[in-house]
């Protein structure tokens, strides 16, 4: 039986307040403008945080302070602090490898292609799914029934590319990008290439399948292209992704 007029979900917050040290009858009787932390208080909260981040919650903070959880969480936020999910030192390790992997990926790129930026073709795929052009929800009168615009489900594949000389022409089609997909569009613009770049034809990409299959590898050696491989997780070193953007 509630023998009050608070909700459930009120009485079990209280408790937990209680249990986190929250004195909750100085927190409701006050009103007016919110409580805030001196600065002294401020110094010594960073202090504690920066020395015990995994003992840190804004509830537990909130009662240990004597604050609300939207005056701790405003006041670590202006003071710089992010809330993140805890990484192990492993996963550290590895970022830090995956770091290392991209600098040296761009040193060794201004390295020994500095000289060639206007032979670099950046190219890159994307899709698009028609449908998502359409709304799924929209205001209506209770009852009302507001039919679809489309149900028909259409993805389409773009790929293109750009370089310092210009661009090339898109090729957009509803079938799987795969390899004979891929060979067929670097067969079909070859010539494009070769009017933009010269002779010296140089493809810069990221990791997919079917950039670097045996069979694209052979058509590249037999037409003179060389190839760039993007390191993992890097499509953001290829400028062309700011054009899907």
């Known amino acids: ?79 710089g602090f992010e809330f993140k999910t805890v990484k192990t030192r492993q996963e550290m390790e590895e970022i830090e490898d995956w770091k290392r992997k991209r600098m040296k990926f761009c040193e060794e790129l201004y390295e020994n292609d500095r000289n060639k930026l206007h032979n670099i073709l950046f190219i ?18 209770r009852g009302q029934h507001i039919e679809e615009i489309t149900s028909e489900k259409i993805k389409l594949h773009i790929w293109g590319g750009i370089s310092a000389a210009g661009t090339f022409s898109l090729e957009i089609f509803e079938d799987n990008f795969n390899q004979d997909k891929y060979i067929d569009i670097l067969k079909d613009r070859i010539d494009e290439f070769r009017e933009l770049c010269g002779s ?29 491989k993007l390191p993992s997780r890097s499509s953001d070193l290829n400028p062309i992704e700011n054009i899907w953007d």
Not at 24 to 44: D, F, N, P
Not at 126 to 141: F, M, R
């Open 124 to 141: 890159d795929e994307t899709g698009i799914k028609i449908q998502d052009a359409y709304p799924s929800k929209v205001w209506s009168k």
């Open 200 to 228: 010296d034809v140089i493809i810069l990409q990221d990791q997919h399948n079917s950039h670097f299959t045996d069979k694209i590898r052979k058509w590249a050696d037999e037409q003179d292209v060389r190839f760039i």
């Open 1 to 79: 039986m509630n023998y009050t007029s608070l909700s459930r979900t009120k009485c079990y917050d209280y408790i937990q307040r209680l249990e986190d040290g929250e004195d909750i009858l100085a927190a409701t009787s006050k009103r007016g403008r919110k409580k805030k932390l001196s600065a002294q208080k401020i110094s010594g909260l960073t202090k504690y945080v920066n020395n015990n981040p995994e003992k840190v919650s804004t509830r537990k903070l909130a009662g240990k302070y004597g604050v609300s959880k939207t005056t701790m969480h405003g006041t670590l936020v202006d003071e």
